[in-house]
T-cell receptor
Framework: GAGVSQSPRYKVAKRGQDVALRCDPISGHVSLFWYQQALGQGPEFLTYFQNEAQLDKSGLPSDRFFAERPEGSVSTLKIQRTQQEDSAVYLC????????????FGPGTRLTVL | QKEVEQDPGPLSVPEGAIVSLNCTYSNSAFQYFMWYRQYSRKGPELLMYTYSSGNKEDGRFTAQVDKSSKYISLFIRDSQPSDSATYLCAMSAHQAGTALIFGKGTTLSVSS
C-alpha cells in the first residue's frame, strides 16, 4: 500500500509568514509523530498524536508551532511568523498500534525561511 | 551532553569492506534500539530493531546492544555502493507511543 506522504515537498517562506505542512499517514495507523531535522542532525521529536488526541507536544520549540489531527488521519503542522531558525526538514511518521515501535517516515517537507 | 552520541563521519570504505557504526547513550531507561538508513532527500527507513541487550542478524546487517556499556553497534558485511547513505541510531524507553531519540547520523560512502 501507499506509504506516508507529505506535502509540499519544498516550501520557501519569507520571515514572518505562516506556513502549513501536511502529512497523510499510512491508512489505519493510529499513531502519528512529527519530527524536525536540521541540516546534518538527526530528527528531533516535536509532537505525537494517537488518533485525534495530541498526547505529547513537549518537543514543540515555541508557541508559534501548532499541530492538529482533527479526524485522526491527516495531520497539519502549522508554523506562525516563521523565523530563519525554523529552516529544516519536517518529517512525519506513523505507526500501527499492533506493531512494536516501528515508525514509518514520510519523505519530509524541506522548509527554507528567507 | 546529548542523550545519544553518534560520530557523524564521514566514513569512506571500498566495496566489500566490513563497516562498523556505533552509538553511545546516557539514559539507562532506553530498552528499544533501532537503526535507520536515510538516503539523500528521503525519509529514514528502518533497518534493524532490537529489544534490550543482545545481537540480531538480518542478511548482511548485524545489530548489537550492550546495555551495561550503553553502547550499540551496526555491522554491515560485504558493503555495496548502494549502502552509501546516512545511518541513524534511534532508541526509546517504551514500546509504544513515545518519541524516538536519534543520534546525529553517520554518513557512509562505499566506493566501487
Amino acid at each position: 500500500g501507499a506509504g506516508v506522504s507529505q506535502s509540499p515537498r519544498y516550501k520557501v517562506a519569507k520571515r514572518g509568514q505562516d506556513v502549513a505542512l501536511r502529512c497523510d499517514p499510512i491508512s489505519g495507523h493510529v499513531s502519528l509523530f512529527w519530527y524536525q531535522q536540521a541540516l546534518g542532525q538527526g530528527p528531533e521529536f516535536l509532537t505525537y498524536f494517537q488518533n485525534e488526541a495530541q498526547l505529547d507536544k513537549s518537543g514543540l520549540p515555541s508557541d508559534r508551532f501548532f499541530a492538529e489531527r482533527p479526524e485522526g488521519s491527516v495531520s497539519t503542522l502549522k508554523i506562525q511568523r516563521t523565523q530563519q531558525e525554523d529552516s529544516a526538514v519536517y518529517l512525519c511518521a506513523s505507526r500501527d498500534k499492533s506493531s512494536y515501535n516501528e515508525q514509518f517516515f514520510g519523505p519530509g517537507t524541506r522548509l527554507t525561511v528567507l | 551532553q546529548k542523550e545519544v552520541e553518534q560520530d557523524p563521519g564521514p566514513l569512506s570504505v571500498p566495496e566489500g569492506a566490513i563497516v562498523s557504526l556505533n552509538c553511545t547513550y546516557s539514559n539507562s531507561a532506553f530498552q528499544y534500539f533501532m537503526w535507520y538508513r536515510q538516503y539523500s532527500r528521503k525519509g529514514p527507513e528502518l533497518l534493524m530493531y532490537t529489544y534490550s541487550s543482545g545481537n540480531k542478524e538480518d542478511g548482511r546487517f548485524t545489530a548489537q546492544v550492550d546495555k551495561s556499556s550503553k553502547y550499540i553497534s551496526l555491522f554491515i558485511r560485504d558493503s555495496q555502493p548502494s549502502d552509501s547513505a546516512t545511518y541513524l541510531c534511534a532508541m526509546s524507553a517504551h514500546q509504544a507511543g513515545t518519541a524516538l531519540i536519534f543520534g546525529k547520523g553517520t554518513t557512509l560512502s562505499v566506493s566501487s
